[in-house]
């Protein structure tokens, strides 16, 4: 066995001798499932991505694997190398675990390391999968040497995200495959981001390019596309209400897939609102249905657009929207008019479409919602509580909202009859609700500035909603009505109502799933906007 505090050795450049002696080395110290041993393979400031947790550093790693062991119990691993560079090895593995019922789980994959020149790993990128087993499937029992175990092919699908594996041959059935493996699988083709330079569109492509999605190219079209690049991404500047741009970049890229992520504030004008979340969204759909390579279009819809049912945990069939009589702001009616548009617009024949619902989005880079909170601490106005904080919402992190577009993008290109996507909307979140002032204290916390119960000061619903009203007015008549306030009564009126849902649709047909500590993601999320944002108070 290694000797796992010199794990460094070998160093990079790497052979294939090498290499190898990396993967078996670094297999080794993990089914050790000491947090303290592995540690020493990483630099002090790894990062890490497993699954959608992000990691850096050595104390945030031992917390996640200590964490990790906690839940997978019966633990055993296996690596594999499946190709190398200079300083870059990338790896396949197995390894199966129980959970507290004693249900039986295989858990595979890949990994990207990258080393420092010390031969230890300054970065790791891990993407997997899980499959239910039963004991007489296990691969991995205590008396069997990890490293003589021919590995099937069970855990794999057509189209497979990962490669065939070397080790065995097929025992492939596909009509015994659940949902959850089949919506995590496939080729995307060529994918193209509507909207791929805002907040969730351009994470959106970063995530399709650096999570081992298998992709042949990915296009954004934008109206100005200056910000928020990726680049391994192809940007086209355009109008996506104009039928003849859209229908012009649709021939020359090809897309498969469409990712439909655009929309204006809820505070701009009703006719910015209209015309990109109605008429824009009924160009793509013409368009997309009018092409032959298009055969996925998955829609990024918003709690705004369901009528709030404060106490109900909502289903997507009980859910109702609002619709164009409605007595709501553009926003909700115009995100409701276009979720009902997509999903229409599904046919089998043509173009499937789903719709990815989302409630409060929170993330790194994020100027919208954590950013608007922190904001409120340079201005001291951390501690004001509007209302008595009872209703409770929904809030998910952005790369839980990735994931989620992509599921719904592959179940959409390898759809089964039992298991319905296309012309569906799925509910999506953390899948922990709570009210929104609770949520808003844990970033404040995160960012290194703790509320106390006896610190909050607590404003009616009423008179906040009396003040925004007039300050609209006062602010509409000194700008000639060319801006908008940021506080309208628009959104006041969102927090006296609350919005719960059940994501279990999500889970069984699309194989989503939440993060796993929804508060130290909240943490970390915080941290990050708290030091970009110059405010980090380190307590």
């Known amino acids: 066995m290694a000797d796992f505090t010199s794990l460094k050795y070998p160093l990079p450049p790497f052979t294939q001798e090498t290499a190898q002696i990396k993967v078996k080395a670094a297999q080794d110290a993990w089914n050790t499932r000491n947090p303290e041993v592995i540690k020493y393979a ?88 899980d499959v239910k087993i039963e004991e007489k499937e296990r691969w991995f029992k205590d008396e069997v040497d990890v490293n003589e175990v021919e590995i099937s092919e069970r855990h794999c699908v057509p189209r497979c995200l990962l490669p065939v594996s070397p080790f065995g041959s097929s025992d492939l059935n596909p009509e015994k495959l659940n949902t959850r493996t089949m919506a995590s699988d496939g080729n995307l083709g060529v994918v193209l981001v509507i909207g791929g330079c805002g907040f969730l569109g351009s994470r959106l492509v970063k995530t399709i390019l650096s999570s081992h999605q298998e992709v042949e190219s990915v296009h954004v079209m934008s109206r100005s596309p200056t910000q928020n690049l990726h680049p391994k991404a192809t940007y086209h500047a355009g109008d996506i209400k104009n039928h003849d741009h859209v229908s012009c970049l649709l021939e020359k890229i090809k897309p498969t897939v469409i990712f439909h992520t655009a929309s204006p504030k809820y505070t701009d004008s009703e006719a910015l609102l209209c015309s990109t979340n109605v008429d824009a969204t009924r160009v793509l759909l013409e ?3 009018a092409s032959p390579s298009v055969k996925a279009f998955v829609y990024t819809g918003t709690d705004s657009a369901i009528v709030q049912s404060p106490g109900v945990r909502l289903t997507e069939e009980t859910a109702k929207l609002h619709t164009e009589k409605s007595s709501v702001n553009a926003y909700a009616k115009t995100k409701a008019i276009a979720d009902i548009k997509v999903r229409e617009a599904n046919n089998p024949e043509k173009l499937r479409t789903a719709v990815i619902r989302i409630p409060g989005l929170y993330g790194e880079d994020d100027d919208n919602c954590v950013g608007t909170l922190l904001g409120s601490v340079k201005k001291n106005q951390h501690k004001i509580q509007l209302g008595d904080n009872k209703r409770h919402f929904e809030f998910v ?116 799933q939440p993060v796993a500590d929804q508060d130290a993601i909240i943490r970390k999320v915080a941290e990050w906007e708290a030091k970009r944002l110059g ?5």
């Open 42 to 129: 990483y630099t002090p400031n790894s990062i890490w991505r497993n699954r959608s947790t992000f990691l850096t550093g050595s104390d945030e790693i031992v917390t996640f694997l200590t964490q990790k062991w906690k839940i997978e119990n019966g633990y055993r691993l296996r690596k594999e190398l499946f190709s190398f560079t200079d300083n870059k090895i990338a790896v396949q593995f197995w390894y199966e675990w129980h959970d507290e019922e004693g249900q039986w789980w295989r858990t595979y994959g890949l990994e990207d390391w990258t080393f420092a020149p010390d031969g230890r790993m300054r970065k790791r990128m891990m993407s997997g999968n």
């Open 287 to 289: 368009c997309a249905t």
């Open 397 to 512: 992190y952005i790369e839980s909202a990735c994931m989620a577009h992509i599921l719904a993008a592959k179940a959409l290109l390898n759809e089964k009859e039992e298991t319905k996507v296309g012309g569906e909307a799925f509910f999506i979140s953390d899948d922990v609700s709570m009210p929104y002032f609770d949520f808003a204290r844990k970033i404040y916390a995160g960012a290194g500035y703790p509320v106390e119960k006896s610190e909050i000061k607590v404003m009616s619903y009423e008179m906040i909603l009396v003040l925004t009203i007039l300050g609209e007015w006062i602010y509409w008549i000194f700008t000639f009505g060319t801006r908008r306030p940021s506080l309208k009564k628009e959104g006041i009126e969102y927090l006296a109502g609350g919005t719960q849902w059940d994501i279990s649709k999500a889970k069984e047909r699309l194989g989503y």
């Open 535 to 539: 405010i980090w108070a380190d307590i």
